[in-house]
Each structure stands twice: as structure tokens, then as C-alpha cells.
């Protein structure tokens, strides 16, 4: 199975609000609402901000919002900051009890 | 609170096998938890290698099902990862990872593995 689609790289200005787009199959993004999202800085593992397509994890940070449309999930920072600055990675789990990830977006806070 | 840690070699030649385990502190494997296995080599991203169930029950991915053994001991609230005939292109750092509201809410903090002779 593909990784699911995510885009390289975005950026935005501190204050500003982006959004992250995520894109599977019927058979996975679509099928269900697994889709999780975690935040990872350099040298550092991965951290669970968003589970089941729009809830946060404990302790997130309420500018951490997370939707679905079809076969599409998205994350969206809400005022934008420094430390936000990482790699934003989505996954999955599929109609065959797999877990799929993306393959990573860079957030670059300008 | 619950906290994994993975430990084994960090270096592994290749055509041999790698061999890591997870162990779990501050809670028990026998939860109504799987246990996971994710990669991510240098400059990459993520790669899912598998789940446990502490019954014994697994999922692989299907890309490495051929190599990859997950196993977990109850008695020492560990789980394990076997990847046999490595490569160069197996160098990567290797997590071991909760599953939890169908995602993977508690990491280990990785150990990186390299594949060399």
C-alpha cells in the first residue's frame, strides 16, 4: 500500500494560520475516522497531537485543529508560532489493519 | 506514566538479522493495547513495521511481512522486533510505539540501527 499524500513543505508568517492536507483511499483516510496526526522536531520522536480525525491529544495545544473531507484529512495551526516550527506527519490505519503514514510535511514558521 | 524504551545493537552487518526489543515501564503489555514498530531512516519519513497484541496476535506490513517477527514476553513486559536480511537501505532509527485510540500516542525515544559491514 502507498503512503498516504501529503505536501513537502508549507509556510507561514508567526500569527497566521495554515493547513495541512492528508490524502488517502476509500479504503483508508475515507473508509474511517482513524486518521491521526503527530508533530516531530529534529533529533526528537514523534509526538500524538491529533487522533480520530479531530480530537487532541492531552496537553495539545488548542491552536491544533484536525478535519476530514472524503478522502482528505487536514490539520490546521491556528496562530502560528516559532515553536511550531517541524515535520507534521499523518496516518491511518486501513480496511486491512494496517497503518499507513504520510510522507511528511515541513512547516516552516517565517 | 507509561514509558517505552528500545535497546539492542546499533550496529548490524548486512544479510544478518537486526533484533530490538521494547520495554515498557510504568504499565503493563496485557492492557487492551497493541504495541508497535515504526522506522524512519536518515532524513525520511515514517514507516510502519507492525503491531502486537499481548495474545500473541499480529500486523505486519505487507511490503516487509517476509522479514519482519514481532513477538512480546508478558513475563518481562517486553515486545520485540526481528528483521532478518538486512541492507544498507534498513539504517534507520527504529521506535517502538503504543497504539491508542487508533493511533500511537506514547514513543520510545528511537534507537538508530545502522547496516553495515
Known amino acids: 500500500q502507498s503512503a498516504l499524500t501529503q505536501p513537502a513543505s508549507v509556510s507561514g508568517s508567526p500569527g497566521q494560520s495554515i493547513t495541512i492536507s492528508c490524502t488517502g483511499t476509500?479504503?483508508?483516510?475515507?473508509?474511517?475516522?482513524?486518521v491521526s496526526w503527530y508533530q516531530q522536531h529534529p533529533g526528537k520522536a514523534p509526538k500524538f497531537m491529533i487522533f480520530e480525525v479531530s480530537n487532541r491529544a492531552s496537553g495539545v495545544s488548542n491552536r491544533f485543529s484536525g478535519s476530514k473531507s472524503g478522502n482528505t484529512a487536514s490539520l490546521t495551526i491556528s496562530g502560528l508560532q516559532a515553536e511550531d516550527e517541524a515535520d507534521y506527519y499523518c496516518?491511518?490505519?486501513?480496511?486491512?489493519?494496517?497503518?499507513?503514514f504520510g510522507g511528511g510535511t515541513k512547516l516552516t514558521v517565517l | 506514566q507509561v514509558q517505552l524504551q528500545e535497546s539492542g545493537p546499533g550496529l548490524v552487518k548486512p544479510s544478518e538479522s537486526l533484533s530490538l526489543t521494547c520495554t515498557v515501564s510504568?504499565?503493563?503489555?496485557?492492557?487492551?493495547?497493541?504495541w508497535s514498530w515504526v522506522r524512519q531512516p536518515p532524513g525520511k519519513g515514517l514507516e510502519w513495521l507492525g503491531e502486537i497484541y499481548h495474545s500473541g496476535n499480529t500486523n505486519y506490513n505487507q511490503s516487509l511481512k517476509s522479514r519482519v517477527t514481532i513477538s512480546a514476553d508478558k513475563s518481562k513486559n517486553q515486545f520485540s522486533l526481528r528483521l532478518s536480511s538486512v541492507t544498507v537501505a534498513d539504517t534507520a532509527v527504529y521506535y517502538c510505539?503504543?497504539?491508542?485510540?487508533?493511533?500511537?500516542?506514547?514513543w520510545g525515544q528511537g534507537t538508530l540501527v545502522s547496516v553495515s559491514s
Open positions: 510504568g504499565g503493563s503489555i496485557s492492557t487492551f493495547n497493541w
Open positions: 496516518s491511518s490505519y486501513t480496511s486491512s489493519s494496517a497503518l499507513l
Open positions: 510505539a503504543r497504539v491508542a485510540r487508533n493511533g500511537l500516542d506514547i
Open positions: 476509500n479504503s483508508d483516510v475515507g473508509g474511517h475516522n482513524y
